[in-house]
């Protein structure tokens, strides 16, 4: 395929999934004055509900403004060669292409932070401060993105210079090694995100004595699960949202309890939650999870493989000297509707699992705690109640408040 048919292509990728993206939040944002369901008529009262409502159209609003931001500036960076002009610059400081690599992704990312973060100040600030939600301080706000410029610099960067490194010495092979390179990253991280990472951004504290640990080890006593790390995190830190997480594997894996979940929820309501992701333990969810994101990336890499180092590729992006970075560039485009595809099938299983998760709960503990536990949670980040169905397909990784509820209430 010549040059110039692969840029069209790639153009048309870019607004053809721009315009799906807009249609669908467009469909969802017209279902939200639709009559709640019954059986959710107590997760507002009258005033907390008109304040949601605000709140989900603000969002919606400023959504479209950095959606369109965000094409156009990719778009036009395109369209006048801005990747030829960076790959210049990078070429102007070395010669060596895993330095090149570096420098160019270096630039364009934190280039792009750069640009996107008056967006990220005004949601954070005025949208979450707005209605109650914000707590995060400017100071935080700027360290945080400063931690993120070094952590992709350092483990972003690492992985990216080894797999140059990698084609460099193996040629359209490299992506064996690329693949191990990545699951055993992975891997890793998986087992010890909680120690290496978090840390970088919150404080975690062991669970204190007292009525809620009682509680929570009688529960995972009672299912047979061995569990000694429960932390509290400080989320409320950013934001009032909570949260709760299951993380690691072995003697590394650990519930991590938000402390504005602590705080919203009741001791039962927080073992519901808690039981919910011994679940995903039980299930081997966790486990599926990483086993499914190994196997995507190996394919990725594969066929990575076949094209990054035809010319057609680069030269789609204004650059004649053809080069891994950007044809890895011009491949992410290109690939985009088969990640679309493999993030359906994703969402799709984990839906799945947040059922079975859900029936675990339920079965080894109780339902009606989980759902006034889950009730509680939609109330206090304002969430939708009557999402659009095309909408639920294509993005939502959890079953919809409704969905939830009534799988819970079957057989209660």
């Known amino acids: 395929m010549n040059p110039e048919t692969l840029f069209y292509i790639i153009i048309a990728i870019i607004v053809i999934d721009f315009i799906i993206d807009k249609i669908l939040d467009t469909l969802n944002a017209k279902h939200f004055d639709d009559p709640v369901p019954p059986e959710l008529s107590d997760v507002y009262d009258k005033e907390e509900y008109e304040k949601s409502q605000r709140y989900k159209k603000e969002r919606y609003h400023f959504g479209i403004i950095t959606s369109t931001f965000s094409v156009l500036l990719t778009l036009g960076f ?85 797999i140059v490194w990698f084609y460099q010495f193996a040629g359209n092979d490299f992506w064996w090694y690329a693949w191990i390179l990545v699951a055993v990253f992975s891997i890793i991280l998986n087992m010890f995100y909680a120690k290496l990472i978090v840390p970088l951004f919150n404080k975690q504290s062991p ?87 190994i196997l995507t990336t190996g394919f990725t890499l594969w066929l990575l493989s076949l094209f990054v180092g035809s010319p057609a590729l680069s030269q789609a992006l204004g650059v004649e000297e053809p080069s891994f970075h950007i044809g890895l560039i011009a491949f992410g485009i290109l690939y985009s509707p088969i990640s679309e595809i493999t993030g359906l099938l994703m969402n799709y299983l984990s839906r799945k699992y947040e059922y079975q998760a859900d029936n675990y709960a339920k079965n080894t503990y109780g339902g009606e705690p989980l759902i006034s536990s889950l009730k509680k949670l939609t109330k206090n980040s304002l969430s939708n109640l009557t999402p659009h169905k095309a909408y639920v397909f294509m993005h939502y990784s959890h079953p919809t408040l409704l969905q939830r509820f009534r799988n819970l209430k079957r057989g209660l």
């Open 78 to 162: 395109i369209i006048f060669d801005g990747f030829a002009w960076v790959d210049g610059i990078a070429r102007s400081f070395t010669d060596n292409p895993i330095l090149v690599a570096l420098i160019f992704f270096g630039i364009i990312m934190i280039g792009s932070d750069v640009l996107t973060t008056p967006f990220s100040w005004y949601s954070t600030f005025v949208i979450e401060e707005k209605y109650g939600f914000n707590k995060t301080t400017k100071k935080t706000f700027f360290l945080d993105k400063i931690k993120g410029w070094f952590m992709m610099g350092i483990l972003g960067g690492g992985i990216l210079a080894l």
């Open 207 to 293: 669970l204190e004595e007292g009525s809620l640990r009682t509680k929570i080890e009688t529960y995972t006593k009672s299912v047979g699960f061995t569990l000694d790390n429960i932390f509290i995190i400080d989320g409320s830190k950013r934001s009032t949202k909570a949260n709760a997480y299951f993380s690691g594997f072995g003697k590394e894996k650990r519930i991590t309890l938000f402390d504005t979940l602590v705080k919203d929820l009741e001791e039962e309501e927080i073992v519901a939650v808690l039981a919910h992701e011994v679940g995903h333990y039980k299930k081997n969810h966790i486990i599926v999870n990483l086993v499914a994101s």
